[in-house]
């Protein structure tokens, strides 16, 4: 009878079954989810598989879909020829530089200034090296001190590289002036902007004008 006893213990029998059998697949399905199907986090290339797949190196073997990476199959001279091109896509710079000495910015007091800025765009998780310069000057009549510094994202944002000069006061009656060359590292994942700037450390300092400004950076996926 079908709501007899043992009617309902195989019921119960059979949910607790397919409950532990669906329990059981869970674990398979998210060891496997991260990049494609057929590499499971048990994959001892499974973190360098996936850094291909979130670098853009490769995009899977079973197109259109591609949720799966064959790693089993050898690898074709023309399917490596795509795999170094979409690498080379991972590499990366950008720059931008001022040498018209005619073109200036003043510091004006203690608050940062922007000389130039620059967006990197990796594709993943990079490696950015960054490279600054600036030639600074100030009048002769008085002390100084300034800095320049490369930060993420504005003036006000987190800085990864700065230099400083302390300018004496110039008997000879001409302008002080020194060039300032910083580098700065950070690591991101997103397309990020970086900026160029200087100020005076001490209040009292006369204004200086910024020239021949520079910043470059250059950038590569982590390991």
């Known amino acids: 009878m079908p709501n007899s006893p043992t009617g309902r213990f195989r019921r119960l ?5 397919g409950t532990i059998a669906v329990v059981m697949a869970i ?22 598989i996936a850094w291909l797949k979130d670098n853009g190196v490769t995009i899977g073997c079973n197109p259109p879909a591609n949720t799966e990476f064959c790693p089993e ?12 091109r979409r690498f080379a896509g991972t590499l990366g710079n950008a720059g931008a530089n001022v040498n018209d000495a005619t073109d200036t910015i003043t510091t004006t007091g203690t ?6 800025s620059i967006e990197v765009t990796p594709r993943a998780e990079a490696t950015i090296t960054l490279n600054g310069h600036v030639t600074l000057s100030k009048p002769t009549s008085a002390d100084g001190a300034y800095q320049a510094i490369v930060a993420r994202d504005s003036c006000t944002g987190t800085v990864v590289g700065s230099a400083a000069w302390m300018g004496a006061i110039n008997t000879e009656g001409t302008n002080e002036a020194t060039t300032l060359a910083l580098t700065g590292f950070d690591v991101v994942s997103a397309d990020t902007t ?30």
């Open 13 to 17: 029998t059979w949910t607790i079954a």
């Open 27 to 48: 674990p398979l399905a998210v060891m496997a989810a991260h990049s494609f199907d057929d590499v499971l986090d048990s994959n001892e290339f499974h973190g360098s």
């Open 73 to 84: 199959d050898n690898v074709s001279r023309e399917q490596m020829a795509a795999f170094m």
């Open 111 to 116: 608050t940062y200034v922007e000389l130039v």
């Open 194 to 223: 970086y900026v160029l700037c200087a100020a005076e450390t001490v209040d009292a300092s006369p204004d200086a004008t910024a020239s021949l400004r520079g910043l470059t950076a250059s950038w590569a996926p982590t390991s």
